[in-house]
């Protein structure tokens, strides 16, 4: 039985605080600093303890560096310190990544070629727990699937060795693109770039929090303690039965013709009508009145979102007027599970139909990311993440999957 982790960054996200969550909503502290042993790293001590923050009990660990690496360092030594690891593969695939992530942010960051960056250290200690630690931890929880809010980046300006520069930083800007990010609260920094590379990597998924029911739930502390805001993360866990019924949910569908814009702008509208919680955006071309050629756009979302994904549709669309319709939607229920590729670790979606059957699909920015890093074709990745799956269950049929509901 695999777990369902929702992180509610409605104070921003960081390491430390991915840590503090996880240990807080159930994950046995003696297991983390036993996993961790496997990066064969010395030269700290790991911390935990108990603050509150604002009105929140929270868990706060720290990563006290009492000696860092003897020069900085770059990338490929990075990715051999994991290699070397005795960590569980899908935790070294999942690691490398957000260092990866990390590395080609701080290039755009500093305007250099992400095979120059150099991690300072200390900092690259700390970063190497922070990072480790949150992939195992999810691991040790045996989370099968991943889900994150809106991440609040905060607001204002931050001091730094380059100079002031505006809340979030450019490697946080960088990491955020094509995610859902807010400012809110006090005038700092609340988000860094090892929370968001980490979410980044780990979540399948940003959006408002779905419907489910929460065994436990995890406060992790930030470092800062701003008067009258609570500095946490929050974590929602729930256990996932495989054999648990598929449920209908009610949903509002909202359609409109167009044929008066740019289909350069597709991609766009379709990208700021998921960020305001659409779940399925479709484009279907008609043919409209005096034989014109147009596109009718059909969304779906739930009603507490309705609003938002109308307020798109009026701002960056033609449309005078949309169309409600009120249609009850069923999923089947669905659970990741990792697969060992020649390029690397790929999640498989994998849905249950019932009576033993299922279907599985590889999770597509899994696959683009290894066809980048490797220069093999997506669609060789993606049939050698089927065969690896189906290697693993060779009694079960996997029928071809579909397209999201």
Known sequence: MGRHLHFDCFSGVSGDMVLGALVSAGLPWTDLVKGLKGLKLTGYTLRKREVHRGALPAIKVDVIVQQGFHRPLTLTRIRKILADSTLPGPVKERSRLVFDRLTEAEGVAHGVDPKDVHFHEVGVMDSFIDVVGGVLGCYLLNATQITASPINVGAGSIQTSHGLLPVPGPAVAALAKGIPIYADGPRCELA??????????????????????????????????????????????EEESTSAANPTEPMIQIETNLDDISPQTYEYIMEQLFQVG???????????????????????????????????????????GVRLHEVRRQVLTRRFVPVTTPGGVIRMKVAEVGAGWEKAAPEYEDCKAIAQRTGYPLKTVMEDALMAYRRGRKKTRIPTARGRA
Not at 195 to 200: E, I, K, N, S
Not at 299 to 307: F, H, M, P, S, V
């Open 192 to 237: 860094t770039p090892t929370g968001v590379a980490l979410l980044r990597t780990l979540a399948s998924e940003f959006g408002p929090m779905p419907t489910m029911k929460s065994m436990a739930v995890g406060y992790g502390a930030g470092d800062q303690d701003p008067d009258g805001w609570p500095n946490a993360l929050r974590l929602f866990v």
């Open 278 to 320: 659409a779940v399925d955006v479709v484009l279907v071309p008609v043919v409209m009145k005096k034989s014109r050629p147009g596109i009718l756009l059909s969304c779906l979302a739930t009603e507490d979102r309705k609003d938002a994904v109308i307020e798109v549709l009026f701002q960056e669309t033609t449309t005078l």
